[in-house]
């Protein structure tokens, strides 16, 4: 008589492999009752039939999964709590403590390769550069002190941003994603600030615009100094993303 075939059991989900990670990160159901799927090694459905659970043990003992398994816990590592506040000053979502937080892959099925880790990690550092109004020339000497931080990660070994890089991923690279996601206007100042002894960079306010003519600026920056008690007399510039930004203004 043919033995009666074994089906995947929803309860394995709930169990945790040899390191105690959680096998809910990759195990699936197949598309049939005895069959089950890796979505970190991207099979096909695989027969649990025979073995059952046993059948999940070998597969999590493959090194190939092992070596996937490595690489999508090391991406997981960059993944921060994402506790959101409502701040008009940020451009981007925000911890409660100021860092920024990225889309995390959105491809759970495929980890980052280390280029894309590493790319990630510069990204991080250039949102927080421009969010605390940080100088690019930091910036110039972390490739050599992340390193020695943090000599067992590959990812701080290949973290490589300078001063002139930093300007280039802030405005060609971020800044057209910000602009195209969020229609709003955001208003620093810089001044002279006589409590630090330095010049300082302060964001001042958003203002939804969209698309808005060189007079629509300027008359929202006249309201808005006028609103908030700002003598205007004592504006010495304007400032712009780059030459080609509110040229008209």
Request: hydrophobic content about 35%; aromatic content about 10%; overall charge positive.
């Amino acid at each position: 008589m043919p033995r009666n075939l074994i089906n995947f059991n929803t309860d394995w989900l709930h169990r945790a492999d040899s390191n105690n990670d959680s096998v809910n990160i990759w195990l699936k159901k197949g598309s049939t009752p005895t069959t089950f799927k890796c979505s970190l090694c991207q099979t096909g459905d695989l027969s649990c039939g025979n073995q059952g659970w046993k059948a999940i043990e070998q597969h999590m003992n493959i090194n190939k999964h092992k070596e996937i398994l490595r690489q999508w816990k090391q991406n997981a590592k960059f993944r921060v709590a994402n506790q959101t506040r409502s701040d008009p000053a940020d451009s981007f979502t925000s911890t409660s403590i100021g860092i920024p937080i990225l889309d995390t892959n959105t491809n759970k099925n495929k980890p980052l390769t280390l280029d894309d880790q590493v790319t990630k990690a510069e990204i991080l550092w250039s949102l927080k550069v421009a969010r605390k109004g940080l100088s690019y020339n930091l910036c110039d000497e972390l490739n050599e002190l992340f390193s020695s931080m943090f000599s067992d990660s590959s990812i701080a070994e290949n973290f490589s941003i300078q001063s002139d890089k930093m300007s280039y991923v802030i405005s060609h690279g971020l800044g057209p994603y910000f602009k195209k996601k969020n229609n709003r206007r955001y208003m620093l100042l810089r001044y002279w600030s006589n409590e630090k002894q330095c010049v300082v960079n302060r964001f001042y306010k958003s203002v939804l615009l969209g698309h808005a003519y060189a007079k629509t600026i300027r008359d929202i920056i006249i309201e808005s100094f006028a609103t908030d008690g700002l003598n205007i007399n004592k504006l010495l510039m304007l400032g712009r993303d780059n030459p080609n930004i509110n040229i008209s203004l």
